[in-house]
């Protein structure tokens, strides 16, 4: 059993007009294997619109990373419902994306396709922001947390799957949340001296959310980075120690 990655990038450069020889040598799959696969269209596109959790042997959704950081987007800030198309099983993946950060739509733009790659990604301008769209029938088999009403007032628990990503690269689900329900920003704070009052500055993180099970599933990823965190507010975490900052720094940053 090929990974889907592997058969996608087979499909790809058999696609492209690329020798069985070629694409076995670049590959390492055996000839007589993509020969199948490219004399057989059914089992090609079976194969394209492959998902990891509803195979008969489920795997993990590839690349992990990305599915990190999506599983972040998705719930932060992110809704699946019955998509529009004539096919009732079409489910629509949406995420808003503030116009202000051209480079967060891109980042979730790239995400979707490296996880759905045979799924198009469409936007929709709404005022200020994107809807970032993308239709498949396995976005639910993808994001069991889906359901009726809004997350908050469901139960959030990550799927014992999921959670083996999420403790692989809990910096990638962090950055997921904060780009979608969080920010990173410049705290004011004043201090009053003998020689009078004084303005500091530092950067902080804050997270808001509704959902207690989300922020949870925040925190114990950033216990997992060695990231300190608090409660600003019931509903909001707060990342604001200089070290605590400096750490997550080198997985989520500035929003640009
Ligand atoms: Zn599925």
């Known amino acids: 059993m090929y990974s889907a990655e592997r058969r996608r990038q087979a499909l790809d450069l058999i696609d492209?007009?690329?020798?069985?020889?070629?694409?076995?040598?670049a590959t390492g799959i055996n000839r007589s294997t993509l020969r199948e696969w490219r004399d057989n269209p059914e089992k090609v596109l079976a194969a394209r619109a492959?998902?990891?959790?509803?195979?008969?042997?489920?795997?993990?959704?590839?690349?992990?990373?990305?599915?990190?950081?999506?599983?972040g987007l998705y719930l932060g800030d992110g809704c699946i419902s019955v998509g529009s198309t004539p096919a009732k099983e079409v489910w629509k993946l949406r995420i808003a994306c503030a116009d202000a950060w051209p480079g967060l739509i891109e980042e979730c733009v790239r995400a979707l396709q490296a996880v759905r790659p045979t799924s198009k990604v469409m936007m929709v301008q709404k005022q200020g922001c994107q809807e970032v769209l993308s239709y498949s029938r396995h976005w639910p088999c993808l994001f069991p947390q889906h359901g009726p009403g809004k997350k908050h007032t469901r139960k959030i628990e990550l799927?014992?799957?999921?959670?083996?990503i999420v403790d692989r690269y809990p910096g990638d689900f962090v950055r997921?949340?904060?780009?979608?329900?969080?920010?990173r920003g410049m705290n004011r704070v004043r201090r009053v001296l003998p020689d009078g009052e004084h303005w500091y500055e530092y950067p902080r993180y804050l997270f808001t959310n509704k959902s207690k099970d989300i922020l949870g599933l925040c925190g114990a990823a950033l216990d997992?980075?060695?990231?300190?965190?608090?409660?600003?507010?019931?509903?909001?975490?707060s990342v604001a120690k200089k070290d605590a900052v400096a750490r997550l720094d080198e997985f989520v940053g500035p929003k640009y």
Not at 16 to 25: D, H, K
């Open 159 to 164: 799927a014992d799957w999921q959670q083996v």
């Open 50 to 71: 492959f998902c990891p959790r509803c195979a008969d042997d489920p795997v993990l959704p590839e690349p992990h990373a990305d599915y990190a950081y999506l599983l």
């Open 176 to 183: 997921g949340l904060i780009h979608s329900d969080g920010y």
């Open 16 to 25: 492209s007009g690329a020798s069985l020889r070629a694409v076995s040598m």
């Open 224 to 237: 997992r980075l060695g990231v300190e965190w608090r409660f600003a507010r019931p509903d909001v975490i």
